[in-house]
Structure formats: C-alpha cells, structure tokens
C-alpha cells in the first residue's frame, strides 16, 4: 500500500516531494506500531499460555502427591491382608506336628539286654524294620497315624477302645491308629511337655507294650475278674498287661511309674 501511495502522490503533479515524503514517514511508522503491537499481543499470548502450563503442571503435582500416599495405604492393606490370609491357610492345612508317642521299641536299660533282643528280632520277624543306637534296638516298619477322635480310630481299625479322661496333669490326649490293628492313647502336659502315661489296645496276643526293660518286679493281680500282669521296680509300677475277648492291653506309664492303686484305677477304665 506503501508503493501505491507514492505512486499516487507522484502521479499528482501539484504535490510536492516533501509531501510525498512525509506520506511515507506516516505509513512507515504506522506499520513499525502495528509490528509492535503484534508482537505484544503474541508476547501476551505466550505468557498466558505458559502460565496456565505451570498452573497445570502445579495441580498435576498435587494430586499426584495426595494420590500416591493413598495408593501406597490400599496397597499395604491389601498386602497385609494376602500375608495374614496365607499365613492362615498354611496353618490350617499344615500337618500338626506328631507328639512323641510310645511306638518305637527302646532299647533295654540295665546291663542284662537278652530278653529284649529276642523280641525286637520277633517284632522284625513279622515285618518290622530294626535299628541299632546307642540306646539299643529302636523298632520302626509300622505306620502311625494321628486322628482326631476315637471315632476316626474306630473306622480305621474296625474296634474302639473306650478310655478313662487324663489324671491332672496328664490331661491332654492324642489318639494314634498304629498299623491296622492298634489304637494307642498318649496322655501328656503341655507346659513343659511331657507323656505321662499311654494306653493300648491291640487285635493281638502277648506283651503290645513297645516296653522290653527287664523289670525287676512282676506279678499277677486280679482286677474286677481280670488277671492282670504289673512290672516295675521298688513297689511303683511301668506296665500293666492284660488281655480279654480276643484284644490285648496295656498301660504303660512313662514319665515316672505309678503305685498299684494308680495304674490299677487306669485299667479298671479302659475296656
């Protein structure tokens, strides 16, 4: 527009070059303002769109601050849940570890050992497996199993065997199914651990004890029509053997031996 003017003004004889030029002082300096307000305009424009990045970029930080503690709360929940719930579900379906029980065959104590080696190699002789200690002959080969109710022995072994409640402390019972043809009850304390005393029932002849000491003592007793053999030492009692109607039984008390009258009110409980 700048060239047309001049032209224009040029074409205009009665105008002078003085006023052509200060025509094109006017049209410059009106572009030079229009340039700069451009730019002020587009300045303006950049500086408000960088401050609505910043404030954008400010709340995106807020709330990924307030987001991520939350996060981290519901994921440590739901991790402490997981740990509890595992550690819940691998109590319950764990095995319960076997209280020691009177199965094994222990060596003989005392320096006379003829009678429990004829034994043990009678016990191998019908399939049991026989290992040699420093305690003497261990005999291992017949399966135990921990159940939880007489019930369950009973559908296991196909007879029950019905028992007295423990003796303070020996209060606390664990009922075993040993091979196919005995059931064992184990009568212990918890604090500190100990069995006191156990009894067995067997589908079988003989000594089913598991106790092949040569006691020093032995003699028969009549209880309530039941001959009854007690062994042990010094007056006290370990083993009361007895056997009726095509079973075998035995009380066999472990922790310290009984007087007559104690083991005796044991069997006079147990048929």
């Known amino acids: 527009m700048k060239e047309d ?24 300096k009106k572009e030079e303002q229009d340039l700069v307000s451009k730019n002020r305009e587009s300045l303006e424009r950049e500086r408000v769109e960088k401050e609505k990045k910043i404030i954008k970029m400010q709340e995106a930080k807020k709330r990924k601050f307030i987001t991520l503690p939350r996060v981290l709360g519901f994921t440590a929940s739901i991790a402490a849940a997981c740990f509890v719930c595992y550690v819940g579900v691998f109590m319950f379906f764990a095995p319960r570890a076997a209280k020691p029980s009177s ?25 049991g497996e026989l290992k040699e200690n420093s305690g003497g002959i261990t005999a291992k080969g017949r399966s135990v199993e921990e159940v939880a109710s007489m019930q369950q022995a009973t559908e296991l072994t196909g007879f029950t065997m019905r028992i007295p409640e423990g003796k303070a402390p020996y209060t606390e019972k664990t009922i075993s199914v040993i091979g196919e043809d005995m059931i064992e009850v184990a009568y212990s304390k918890e604090e500190p651990f100990a069995v006191g005393y156990s009894i067995r029932k067997a589908r079988a002849e003989g000594d089913i004890s598991g106790d092949y000491t040569e006691y020093t003592e032995s003699k028969e007793v009549d209880s309530e029509g039941r001959k009854v053999t007690l062994k042990g030492e010094d007056g006290t009692y370990s083993l009361a053997l007895w056997e009726e109607n095509g079973f075998s039984y035995a009380v066999k008390a472990q922790e310290k031996p009984m007087t007559e009258e104690e083991i005796l009110e044991i069997v006079k409980a147990v048929e």
């Open 5 to 28: 003017s001049k032209r224009l003004l040029r074409g205009m004889t009665e105008v002078s070059d003085q006023y052509i030029l200060e025509a094109e002082a006017f049209y410059q």
């Open 103 to 127: 199965v094994m065959l222990e060596g003989a104590q005392g320096e006379d050992s003829g009678g429990t080696q004829d034994k043990a190699e009678e016990f191998a002789a019908e399939g």
